[in-house]
């Protein structure tokens, strides 16, 4: 049983907020302000992002700070019994600095500098840019150490993007000589005899670049390496004086789901907390079942970089965005349902982008809860005083954990090396795709999962699925088999088994380290077109493949089904081998998740797991929280129809009546239990 204090550990509640920008209004803040805090608290609001882009308002010249308009903030925020999330500003510098120090600013991969532009356009090695950061959140920390308001720190606002500046190729070149040693070694760990691409020096060493070199994967995946690295340094350098003038505030940064950039597995390593922006494409019909399970598998990927601690909701709009190609209003329920999904995954907090919508620029259309009518009557913002009164009907789940025994892998570095492997489909490989299939397998089956990567420990678990696992990093295949042999159940597919660390092909044929423990030799792999499918029968029924489909012998496995069609028909579609005290199953095609549904449930049942609750329809997903206080049940409807569930007994923790038995959702409707 897992049991986590409080994010805030002197506000045991969780945390119901968004992003506030009071600095935009400074104009009309004896109006709007006064106006913000009898909104905010009306809707159960306790907690507030403040800062975030804040630096020019902040220091508008160099040197010359202005923190007295915060200073009001901050005191208003703990006058109306709000925390804050107080920013650093890092996320979008002033143009005064760009204009002064040139070398601040990010260059593209030709070297061009870019003009001062958006956000998430400085240079991460900049000396100068560093010690300006530096200078900034060491005054915030120093000012704001013993303030009331103050409880989190929220550092700079979605990492990401990328430099190529002198810089950045000098310090890149830093850090392949760390890791490689010799130019011989890197030459030989990137298999640059092809082409001619030895290199005699270190110095000849450019950043993947469209007007240069982008064919080497060893360079490429290095490139993303040291990228993930840089933005790990540059975090480390945010907190440092946070963390030495208030250690007790925690400190996170906002996440963006499966976004390439960085292996966040790296960066939630520093992280005291997870949070994450969501922000799912709600389509008001039934395809928000789709919507809804991708969402909770990116909920279960934000827990699992922190290492399934529970994390933070930091952002989700309460209406329509502004930037989706069609930006849909939330129907009725769904805000709720966004709200609560985060909370069953293990999100302590429901937090908003934004908290008040913005007269001009970009994001004035932008979903908040605050509109531009300035009213406490439109449906919005009267459904978020709904979430918040939930919430405050919740405070035993606050702080617990999970005990899922089965584990997905999603691997950064994995994803990486196949988009940059040309072989069968070089359109899409469709790594995610497949992840969204078995998680949806599992989940659609009643059962819980935690999402790690490959660097992760996994003997805790019943189940581990690996799907598409093309780069074994080190110690991984070890990791598998001793895990099967003790007793484990894996599971792993098609593209398994291919290259090592540095993208260099396995001899000896595939699945590679992981071909005794699967028991099979993968030989070739066909892939189809969107015309073209095969089909095998398991356990009395017919299921398709598609995208891919390999061609298998099975050694020591034992084969559960067979391709129909095509010249490889008979071929192993599915095998299972014994190995040590557990199994290990290959799936040599690309199936449907009505395959993976009914297979991820006999595979759960024989590993002797039980669904959280027993034949799930579609569009209901379920998850669990345990903790001090209890073991809690999340029952969801995602979809815009009735559904009947059959629930265990438990009690309603917002009402206190008992459930039993057959229960009629309504659409979108969240049933918050807690097991008897």
């Known amino acids: 049983m897992a049991q986590y204090p409080p994010i805030m550990k002197d506000k045991p509640v969780f945390l119901h907020g968004g992003d506030y920008n009071p600095e935009q209004w400074i104009n009309q803040k004896d109006t709007i302000w006064k106006k913000d805090m009898e909104l905010a608290v009306k809707a159960g609001i306790n907690t507030l992002s403040v800062g975030i882009f804040s630096w020019a308002m902040l220091e508008p010249r160099e040197g010359e700070f202005h923190f007295e308009w915060l200073d009001e903030v901050m005191d208003m925020l703990a006058a109306n019994g709000i925390k804050a999330v107080l920013a650093t500003p890092s996320g979008a510098r002033p143009a005064w600095m760009a204009e002064k120090y040139p070398e601040v600013l990010r260059a593209r991969d030709d070297g061009r500098r870019e003009f001062f532009n958006a956000r998430h356009n400085h240079c991460l090695t900049s000396p100068v840019y560093r010690e300006k950061v530096r200078r900034i959140n060491t005054l915030l920390a120093e000012r704001y150490k013993d303030h009331p308001a103050l409880g989190m720190w929220h550092i700079s606002n979605e990492y990401g993007g990328e430099c190529h500046c002198d810089l950045c190729q000098e310090k890149f070149r830093e850090w392949l000589k760390e890791r490689y040693g010799t130019i011989d070694n890197l030459n030989d760990s990137w298999w640059n005899t092809f082409w001619s691409h030895r290199y005699t020096s270190f110095d000849q060493i450019h950043s993947p670049s469209h007007l240069g070199e982008r064919g080497s994967h060893g360079l490429n995946l290095a490139w993303r390496r040291f990228t993930t690295q840089q933005f790990c340094d540059f975090y480390a350098w945010e907190i440092e004086p946070l963390k030495c003038i208030t250690p007790d505030i925690p400190c996170t940064t906002n996440l963006m789901h499966t976004t390439r950039g960085i292996n966040y597995f790296e960066l939630g390593r520093l992280l005291d907390r997870s949070s994450w922006d969501n922000y799912p494409s709600w389509t008001n019909d039934e395809r928000d ?279 490889y028909r008979g071929y192993p579609a599915l095998t299972e081998n014994a190995y040590g005290k557990g199994k290990a199953y290959y799936i040599a095609g690309r199936t449907g998740e009505d395959f993976l549904k009914d297979f991820s449930a006999a595979v759960a049942k024989e590993a002797g797991l039980k669904p959280l609750v027993e034949n799930l329809p579609y569009g209901v997903l379920c998850t669990q929280r345990v903790g001090d206080r209890g073991d809690f049940l999340f029952v969801m409807n995602t979809v815009p129809y009735e559904n009947a569930v059959t629930i265990p007994a438990c009690m309603d923790v917002r009402s206190g009546s008992d459930v039993f038995g057959k229960v009629i959702l309504k659409p979108y409707e969240v049933l918050t239990l807690k097991r008897k």
């Open 289 to 567: 079942a789709q919507v809804a399970a991708h969402s909770a598998f990116c909920h279960d990927l934000m827990r699992g970089v922190c290492g399934n601690k529970p994390f933070m909701l930091m952002e989700s709009s309460p209406s329509s965005v502004n930037w989706q190609p069609i930006n849909r209003l939330h129907a009725p329920g769904i805000l709720m349902l966004q709200g609560l999904q985060a909370v069953a995954h293990g999100s302590d907090t429901v937090q908003y982008f934004q908290f008040r919508k913005g007269r001009g620029s970009s994001e004035k259309f932008h979903g908040a809860v605050v509109s531009h009518d300035n009213s406490d009557q439109n449906r919005i913002y009267k459904e978020i005083c709904q979430v918040g009164d939930t919430l405050a009907h919740l405070t035993d789940v606050l702080g617990a954990g999970t005990e899922n025994k089965i584990a997905l892998i999603f691997d950064w570095e994995n994803c990486w090396a196949l988009e940059d492997a040309q072989f069968g489909s070089n359109i899409n490989k469709g790594y995610e795709k497949a992840i969204d299939g078995h998680y949806n397998g599992f989940v659609r089956a009643g059962y819980g999962v935690d999402v790690i990567d490959e660097t992760c420990e996994i003997e805790k678990y019943r189940i581990v699925c690996g799907p598409m696992t093309y780069m074994l990093r080190p110690g991984f295949a070890d990791k598998v088999k001793a895990f099967v042999e003790k007793g484990g159940t894996y599971i792993s597919t098609y593209i398994s088994g291919w290259v090592d660390e540095e993208d260099l092909c396995f001899m000896g044929g595939f699945p590679g380290p992981l071909r005794e423990v699967m028991g099979i030799w993968d030989e070739e792999l066909d892939t189809y077109d969107e015309t073209q499918h095969n089909h095998f029968t398991w356990n009395g029924k017919t299921y398709e493949i598609s995208d891919f489909c390999a061609l298998v012998h099975a050694e020591s496995a034992s084969v559960l089904a067979e391709l129909q069609e095509h010249f």
